[in-house]
């Protein structure tokens, strides 16, 4: 399990740090904090614009609309986080291995996002500096028959995802249709296909949240019955919340049994960025299969109350900048600061304008013809 610092960033993705730390922290959230942050901010930012807009002594549409504001921001903000094509990180790793996605969805599943084709899907992962990626659509199986997609050099692995008694099951290689219902009922019965994937030829991967949330007293009978590997991060909202001390126990038992772990984008069409990276190494097997690389605000997100994220997302959120985001964020500030501390003359109201003619000001005076040389003789 790696965390990560030193992604290869964009300039533009540094020049605008703030903005773009901002639409990563809105996308690595678990479901719950997600709900109590943006509650929580939206609160706060209607109360501070009605409480500014009522120091004026403005009518109470003028409030209504300020303690509107703040909240409209928040919202154009999350759908930005969701949609807007924006400069992203991308792993770049040296040495041999492979960036590869274990888990991932198109349109095919009833979940994906309209439009989110083959195609669409591999660019967003070329974009992320993968290589590869397994297509695991719901109970829908992808042979892998198709052609890289033009454009990109992903290459799209056949897999799919079972949805089975109370779990969700990544099978990946050569898979083929199953007879679903005969794994359903009970534990007992869905264990069953991690067999029935391994006689064809593929791995039994399981998935997060499902394992950890319905079957976290099952796992040794997941261990004996075949399962070849366990997700320890999966970047869906309502698997982000799984805690560091169970990754760990999880880690634990996959290390002592040689099985495989994982990191899953389950990407569904949403969201610019991935919080999770494998390279996997050529000629390994098990638990040495992959490197793990992980957001360390995506890591956070199960070890803190969800009622906490209104001020916890921010800290952890700063607290992992790398230094050349740390260097855009001050710039701005400072940018921030010098502009609201320029003198004004009365009547002029804040805004660029003043930044503006300033600027022009002392363009001015620096193209003026220079002064007649006044060199004593
Ligand atoms: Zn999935």
Known sequence: MNLLRDLDRPILYVMFAPLSNTLDGLTFFSLPRAVWALTVWMLLLAAWGAVRASSDSHGWRRVVATSLLGPAVLVVLVVAALVLPRPIPRLVHDGPGTAIDYHAHTNASHDGRPGWTLAKLAAWHERQGYEATY????????????????????????????????????AIGPVEALPRDSFQGSTARMIRIFGAIER????????????????????????????????????????LGFP???????????????????????????????????????????????????RPLALVQGDWQPCTAAFTQPWFLLRSLSWSERASWLTWVLVILFYR???????????????????????KAASAPPAPNKTPT
């Open 244 to 294: 560091s001390d169970l990754r760990r126990q999880v880690l634990a038992l996959a290390g002592s049994h040689d099985l495989m772990v994982v990191g899953a984008s389950d990407n569904h069409g949403w969201g610019r960025v991935t919080c999770v990276w494998n390279v996997s190494q050529p000629g390994a097997q098990g638990f040495h299969t992959n490197r793990v690389f992980a």
């Open 341 to 363: 501390a320029l003198p004004r003359r009365e009547g002029q109201s804040a805004g660029l304008g003043i930044l503006a003619r300033s600027v022009l000001r002392r363009r």
């Open 135 to 170: 297509v695991t659509d719901h109970n829908i199986v992808y042979d892998g028959s198709l052609p890289v997609p033009e454009g990109t050099s992903i290459s799209l692995l056949p897999g799919v995802e079972w949805s089975v008694h109370q779990q969700h099951v990544v």
């Open 200 to 239: 064809q030829g593929g791995l039994g991967i399981a998935s997060l949240p499902e394992y950890w949330r319905y079957h976290w007293d099952d796992l040794g009978a997941f261990v004996l019955a075949g399962v070849d590997g366990f997700e320890i991060v999966n970047c869906a909202p309502k698997a």
